[in-house]
């Protein structure tokens, strides 16, 4: 079974910071790109940050500077670091990647059981 689980989440204080992982496993030949996308109560889900297999980054307008996002493709995890923390960054986050599996060597868009990210003011 292809799978990502995430871990990292939890509460925080305003300005202080948290780092979430994401392991990739399974019967996974390559990970291609990764990324991080979080869903806050009452709003659609949204891209945070994503990484390819090269490492060659993208984040959304909100999260640059606070926000590194990196991986160990030897491990098959992504990670996201997050620092300043607002209140407005709780939100669930998710982690999603495409992957290419064992025969019948199919890509696949695979995606974490999210990791809730609380931060108080």
């Known amino acids: 079974q292809v799978q990502l689980v995430e871990s990292g989440g939890g509460l925080v204080q305003a300005g202080g910071p948290l780092r979430l992982s994401c392991a990739a496993s399974?019967?996974?030949?390559?990970?291609?790109?990764m990324g991080w996308y979080r869903q806050a109560p009452g709003k659609q889900r949204e891209l945070v940050a994503s990484?390819?297999?090269?490492?060659?980054?993208n984040y959304a307008d909100s999260e640059k500077g606070r926000f590194t996002i990196s991986r160990d493709n030897a491990k098959k995890t992504v990670y996201l670091q997050m620092n300043s923390l607002k209140p407005e960054d709780t939100a669930e986050y998710y982690c999603?990647?495409?992957?290419?599996?064992?025969?019948?060597?199919?890509?696949?868009?695979?995606w974490g059981q999210g990791t809730l990210v609380t931060v108080s003011s």
């Open positions: 999603n990647a495409e992957v290419v599996v064992y025969p019948p060597y199919r890509t696949l868009g695979i």
């Open positions: 399974g019967s996974i030949l390559r990970v291609n790109a």
């Open positions: 990484i390819t297999s090269g490492g060659t980054t």
